[in-house]
DNA sequence: GAGCGTTTTTATTATTTGTTCAATTTCAAA
DNA sequence: TTTGAAATTGAACAAATAATAAAAACGCTC
């Protein structure tokens, strides 16, 4: 489950952020001003938080500032909103403390797009199937969920995903595998990357690891197979 | 599907890429800043970016910047789009992130064919026909799509459509494609390379790939045939 | 050093891929 | 137009590769 928290105080762009999230498989907290939006982070421990920068009270800088302040969310990721016309510089300059921005008017779209992008940095690898985060796999956390529930992987295992699933569709040949799992001077059977991937199979379904014989294997994304 | 990002701010040349573009078979998106062009990028994931070098606000080179800064998108390729008065070694100098780039005025023809090297360097072949890439070869995902839908090829039937497609009209000899596709030490019969042409022309159509009695086999575009 | 979870190996089976063979057809040179 | 080398084709066969299950080896922690 990734959870992201909106704190804007326009209504408007709440509901619209927060549907097109939900519908993307997140799951979705808003709040309407700083002190709200901390409450709620306190409360629900998102794992971003999408904030406007201008806002009556506090406005967006002073709850970054304290979102970093407060012990726990030192490295919570934050992306914030800007209107158009402030100028790029300052806002880079304000990066400060967060981790990316979007201009306004957002686009669903591309605030999504940005949002994967930064989960894909801290290590979160997330795969939606219609409107549910299907397979979420958290390397900071060293957890892999699917449809919510956790499943545990062993080390090799949980390498052998984050890699494959790394890039989805992108064929990983056999000795490429070797070379980032096992490392280039580790010596195994050639049968051993089979047995792992059986193991992943088992645990994840069969439908996301596709075996493409004589080269090696690629992770597919549910939605986006042929049959 | 092969799509392709335009980033530059005069109008009128997004308007000539895109619909020079678009007539080759490519799927192309356009922005007239860095900033709506990042965004369409994370949006739409290209696999090549053109991009002026000149734009006012950020320019060309802090585009590229960014664009290698961004988890997932460091290889993916880029064109420079400069002015002629630039100097060739102050660009050559830029090309830190950049793959190739090629002189203002744009003239589409050459763009296109320095498009078509680019996207082949990475593994990808692209064979149009009308305004449809009707193949597309790509090694990376190890696929090839026919008019949007993928067919599975095994290794060896990959290996020699890529070959065979790699050079167009030109004639490969079945010794070449023995030492090339099997490997100078194999020794197989003769008839099987026949075979595998024919599982070939199985899986794409029979207009493809054409036969040179006495010397090998060479593929041709079907909007190049004369019937 | 016993016990447990993890990782690798081994052996077997299943599946896919690649090759050969032989009958038939095509094609270009005579 | 004939003719024979060359190519096509379908089917049978062989080889390569992967899936699977079960067991052995490893490396922790207690």
Redesign the interface.
Known sequence: MVTILVIDDEEDIRELLSYNLKKEGYDVYSAENGEKGLALMLANKPDLIILDVMMPGMDGIEVCEAIRRTEGFQKTLICFLTARNED?SQIAGLDAGADDY??KPV?P??LI??IN?LL??KGMITLSNDDVKDLVINREKYIVEKNGTVIHFPRKEFELLALLAS?P???FEREIILDKVWGSDIVVGDRTIDVHVRKLREKIGDHYIKT????GY?FVEISKQ?P
């Open positions: 790029y979007v201009a686009k779209k591309v797009s940005r992008a894909r940095r890039k569709d992108y064929v493409v014989k004589g080269i690629k042929n």
